[in-house]
């Protein structure tokens, strides 16, 4: 008489019983897979071999522990490091001690030298080109360990400014406005001499913006612009028809001081044409090819300053002068302010100076077999050869989920199944009880023959 199947019966159901209480344990534990036991029964094997048909079980074994690697629903935090793979795959945190290992507990922080860890210490793995002395990095090169860098943004020149809007077309030029304010002015034209270019009455319109330079000081650029007649007044060449009509003239002033004049060698002043439409037709002045160069003395510790300005926005037709868009693409020095991560996993920092910079994206690995995978405790998982290790992929990339920033992925157990599963488990523990009791009771009547 052998007891082996229900003594298999009750392991067997002694260790579902542990895996449910295990997923139970773990329905608050981010990124938590639930398992669930595989069974298999057991034969005894015979030398002289067995006729097929008379073979009796010698009870169950477990077979193995299966996880489940479904999507876990998303609760939403307010760390903008807590980080969620909606889809398949798993983070990569790297270990100074082994190979690295992988998690979709997603709960990150900064650590004191700016590294992405886990909470236990392990730094994230992302694509990160490795970073200049004084620069910041950029998401792209091989896999390593992600750092946020505590050097602040590094200020950048100011080499294109955007100007659009609207210059009125009723306008007339400022000496046929005001003739009484031009007289004795050498040439009549804007600026006038000495301070008097100053007086609003000189031009028609004028714009400031704020620029910066290599050392990122700022600087304040102003913007004058002023009508011409249609026939020149240039006492060089008197009645002599040299300006269309629709025609302005940009000067440009530094930080304030008198609007600088053309040279030989330098052009300083713009001149812009519109057809009958108030459409610009033609630009003539500094440009991309023969920049607009700020003298030095305006930056004597910097290097020297250069733009071109885009006036491609700009129209002329009856109406009030209205500027629209004004913009530069300079900035000066900023300390981080924070940082975020996008669906694709580029982690972006924001600077006090308001600008973003793409510092690294994060990796993302994924299995052809995940149930291989080794699970070694706090929400690792290790590589195994069964798992089907594939190459780092980035977020959004072939079968890889994309990333949830704010975010947690909540455990997948199911509580009401796993509450059913334990009840069934402890049915079927008390019915393997109840075969060895039964066997106990056959034995003992055999013993007890005379």
């Not at 600077?351 to 077999?369: C, H, K």
């Not at 989920?401 to 796993?418: F, K, Q, R, W, Y």
Request: hydrophobic share 35%; net charge negative.
């Amino acid at each position: 008489m052998s007891f082996q199947q229900g003594l298999s019966g009750l392991n067997v159901s002694s260790k579902a019983l542990d895996i449910i209480s295990n997923n139970v344990a773990n329905t608050n534990t981010v990124g938590f897979k639930s398992g669930g036991a595989v069974f298999a029964d057991v034969y005894a094997a015979s030398l002289t071999g067995s006729v097929s048909g008379k073979q009796v079980g010698a009870g169950s074994t477990l077979g193995g522990v299966r996880q489940t690697f479904t999507q876990g629903n998303l609760t939403t935090t307010n760390n903008p490091l807590d980080l969620a793979i909606n889809g398949d795959g798993f983070f990569i945190v790297g270990r100074t001690d082994g190979p690295n290992v992988y998690t979709r507990n997603g709960q990150f922080e900064l650590d004191k030298d700016g590294f992405i860890i886990t909470p236990t210490g392990e730094k994230l793995m992302g694509f990160q080109s490795p970073a200049s002395s004084g620069q910041l990095p950029s998401p792209v090169g091989g896999l390593k360990e992600l750092q946020i860098p505590i050097i602040g943004s590094l200020p950048q020149t100011t080499d294109l400014i955007t100007i659009g809007g609207n210059l009125d077309a009723n306008s007339l030029s400022p000496k046929e406005a005001y003739p009484s304010v031009f007289e004795g002015d050498a040439d009549g034209r804007f600026p006038l001499d000495g301070d008097n270019w100053r007086d609003a009455r000189t031009y028609n319109f004028s714009t400031s913006i704020e620029v910066f330079d290599s050392l990122g000081k700022s600087h304040e650029l102003t913007f004058y612009f002023e009508k011409l007649k249609a026939v020149a007044d240039n006492p060089a060449t008197p009645g002599v028809d040299e300006t269309v009509s629709n025609t302005w003239r940009v000067h440009t002033s530094v930080d304030g001081d008198r609007p600088l004049a053309d040279t030989a060698t330098d052009k300083y002043i713009w001149t812009l044409e519109f057809d009958a439409k108030g459409l610009l037709v033609d630009t003539a002045g500094p440009s991309a090819v023969t920049p607009f160069k700020i003298p030095t003395p305006y930056t004597p510790d910097a290097s020297q300053m250069s733009f071109s300005v885009d006036f491609a926005s700009m129209r002329q037709i009856g109406g009030p002068y209205l500027i629209t868009e004004l913009t530069q693409n300079g900035y000066t020095g900023g300390e981080l302010a924070g940082v975020s991560v996008g669906r694709d996993g580029i982690i972006t920092g924001r600077y006090t100076n308001g600008e973003t910079v793409a510092l690294a994206q994060l990796g993302i690995q994924t299995f052809r077999n995940p149930n291989a995978l080794n699970s070694i405790g706090n929400n690792y998982w290790e590589a195994t050869l069964d798992s089907g290790l594939t190459a780092p992929t980035k977020p959004g990339e072939g079968v890889a989920g994309v990333i949830s920033s704010g975010m947690v992925e909540d455990a997948n157990v199911e509580l009401t199944s796993e509450l059913v599963q334990m009840i069934i488990q402890q049915r079927n523990y008390q019915a393997n009880a109840q075969s060895i009791k039964a066997q106990d009771q056959i034995l003992q009547t055999l013993v007890n023959l005379r």
